[in-house]
């Protein structure tokens, strides 16, 4: 098969003024800014959304969006990827285990800020964890994420019987200390996460593109989501979390996401860079 | 064909791990173009791949992290578990959203987005594998003008993703050939 190039050698700058036109119309109209997300990630979930509901260019789409929420709805959940897993990347469990708790275990009392929970998995293996070593009683989690829906799942707290194989595996290379099962209820095709886990939790809505700072905090995890936002758009909210940690707190990144590149990296000094754990200078 | 090739992007799984080293050792120490893989394992491994391939190669090899840049005559990894992308202005990106044909990382997803950020200056490359991933890369490549390498499935170890991708190659080349097929192009680009 022959495929020409296209005549027209501005389709990539094209395509990029139609994208950036649909993320104007969606933050005028709905308040949810995209614009400095990490174009390559919107467009790719763009174009997807495009082709399942069959329409023909970005512009067709910006139309729907504006006049009918319930796509808009279906599209916030293609934009906001809310891929999880309990204990994901077991070794930065164990690092936590190693190298952070340490220093909680000195202080009277704790708070804690997961920023993008999505369902609540991280949250609830952060709650065990705290709960094995001992200091969860003194600790309060706060969870936040901008979409509702995906919090009210991490609310709830229940998930799939089937991915208990996967976790109870990245549970026990993280270092866990007891029978995984202990901590959830199963039926016949879903488990429940203990109340006791929950009581400890504050889940709450929270956009970190356009909401302030969230006082006082003694360790920050935000893992995968930065990567969906570009450069500017990650320094201004490492700046936020920098405000909202108290001098020493600990911020902790994904395994792939770094200070590396980032003009906030001398605000912060690493306690582990493999793990991607950092420290709010003093 | 573009005689200005920037970039370079190469997807593969079954049989990769020997064919990689046989397309890049061969590539001369000043190799002018950057380099970007995908290749397909299980989303548990390590950076066992960037450690392999550094015995091979006289190049610079990197694992592809978030934001990074990316430079002439280095090779950047994806990571396991994670799809690689690159922005229009050439900085990497990654995401984890969903597989794509049961892979993350995709090769059509870099091969897409690689194709939007160089365009005609851009080779895309698909070596050995068992499924069909790469093949819309391959497509998007030839549509934004690029340029296409498909291995010859008689040197592949796995067929299927070399056969998937042929119909948008511009040259089909057994695998011992495709390193000095590499050199020779770059080395010809301003006559
Ligand atoms: C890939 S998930 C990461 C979940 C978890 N932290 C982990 O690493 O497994 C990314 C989450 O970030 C959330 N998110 C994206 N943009 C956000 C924003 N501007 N404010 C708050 N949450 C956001 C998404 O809704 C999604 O739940």
Partial sequence: MVIRPMINDDTVKNNRIEIDLVLEGIYQCYGYDFRNYAHAHIKRRLDHRLSLSRMDNYLEMLHRIIHNEEFFNELLLDLSINVTEMFRDPEFYKSVRESLIPYLQTYPFLKVWHAGCSAGQEVYSMAILMHEEKIIDKTQIYATDFNELILSKAREGIYPVELMKQYTKNYQTAGGKASFAGYYRADYDHVLINQSLKEKILFTYHNLVTDGVFGEMNVIFCRNVLIYFNQELQNRVLKLFYESLIPGGFLCLGSKESLKFSECSPLFEPVSLSQKIYRKKR | ?191
């Fill in chain 2, 1 to 191: 064909m573009s005689s200005n090739f920037k970039a370079i992007v190469i997807g593969t799984s079954t049989g990769g791990l020997s064919a990689l080293p046989a397309v890049l050792s061969p590539l001369m120490e000043d190799f002018p173009l950057t380099i970007l893989i995908v290749q397909h394992l299980s989303a548990h491994s390590d950076d066992f791949m960037v450690r392999h391939l550094r015995k091979f190669c006289d190049l610079e090899v990197l694992g592809a992290e978030d934001k990074m840049d990316t430079r002439a005559g280095c090779i950047y990894i994806a990571p396991p578990n994670y799809h690689l992308m690159v922005e229009e202005e050439g900085t990497l990106a990654l995401s984890i959203s969903p597989p794509v044909h049961f892979s993350r990382p995709s090769i059509d997803v870099l091969f897409e987005t690689a194709a939007d950020a160089w365009q005609e200056q851009l080779i895309g490359i698909i070596l050995t594998g068992a499924n069909s991933d790469g093949t819309s890369g391959v497509k998007k490549i030839k549509e934004r003008g690029g340029h296409v390498l498909v291995q010859d499935i008689a040197t592949a170890e796995a067929e299927t993703m070399p056969a998937s991708a042929s119909e948008f190659a511009d040259m089909i080349l057994p695998l011992d050939q495709i390193g000095n097929y590499l050199n020779n192009l770059v080395q010809n680009k301003t006559s």
